[in-house]
């Protein structure tokens, strides 16, 4: 081929590349965002729903931030950062640090229940069962860990949990002896984080939610309905125990008492993308919808999804109205 030639094709492939890559940028600045902070728990699913979601409406771009549900909360009052959809692992994060300034209701979605993982690497996990796990996890050279209280659900959850065993073993101290062996280092961000411990071997066991260990393979330990907080049957039992984590302010204390796990959601006031963020919650709380792939990665979902009063469902966009029921 002669160099002329050659210098013509050479040109023509640049510039279709060129118009290529200028049209990708300019076809993704053009699609709409859907600015989604959500719990970390709800990342796999999320992702999933992401994809769907996208499919059906590819005008839409979702840009999502997985953190501890408490953080996501900061991120909204303290760093003043704008989202359209918040989704907590604990529906009481929405009430207590949205509403009623950013937020005006909070959907019930979901459920879930703690489970302690491990992985074959695990010191004593061919020992370990439902009935000796405390019991290990007490051994000196076991080294166990849990999330952030003040940041992550699952990490004040864990504590209620191991306060819960205390009075369900009948074991004066067991709580205070098993933290005096988690040292403070042992203490992530978020439950998610651990799981890259529990797999290069770095830790032993980890406090994870069930639907969490089911999505990344995990070996875990069911432990009894009365200190696992997945059945609300045992809500009364549950709020036996009280611990304290951060509040509103520098400062201030509040004071969280057990209750089952319960995911809550929530479209912020100054939603900038309030149009898709309700098409978004619409495909979300649908039986076969974003439900439905709640269930299949193995988080319980809330068919209908739920609000405890009639004046909060009063409140919801009219298109969500019919997909939740009042239920406390």
Known sequence: MKRGKRSILIGIFILIF?????YSVTEAESKEKLIIFHAGSLTIPFSKMEKEFEKMHPQVDILREPAGSRRCARKITDLKRICDIMASADYTVIDQLLIPEYANWNVRFATNRLVLCYTKKSRYSDEINSKNWFKILMRRDVVWGHSDPDADPCGYRTLILLKLAEIYYKVPGLYKRLISNRPKENIRPKSVELIALLQTGNMDYAWEYRSVAVQHGLKFIELPDQINLGNYRFDDFYSKAVVE???KRPGQVIKKRGKSCT??????????????AIS??????????????????????????????LKMKKLLPLPLRRLVEVKD
């Open 18 to 22: 060129s118009v290529s890559i200028v």
């Open 245 to 247: 984590i951060s509040g």
């Open 280 to 309: 978004f919650l619409r495909y979300l709380l649908a039986p076969q919808g974003g439900l439905k792939i709640l269930d299949e990665l193995g988080q319980p979902p809330f068919v209908p999804a739920r609000v405890p009063t």
């Open 263 to 276: 995911y809550g959601i929530t479209i912020l006031k100054d939603a900038p993308n309030r149009d898709d």
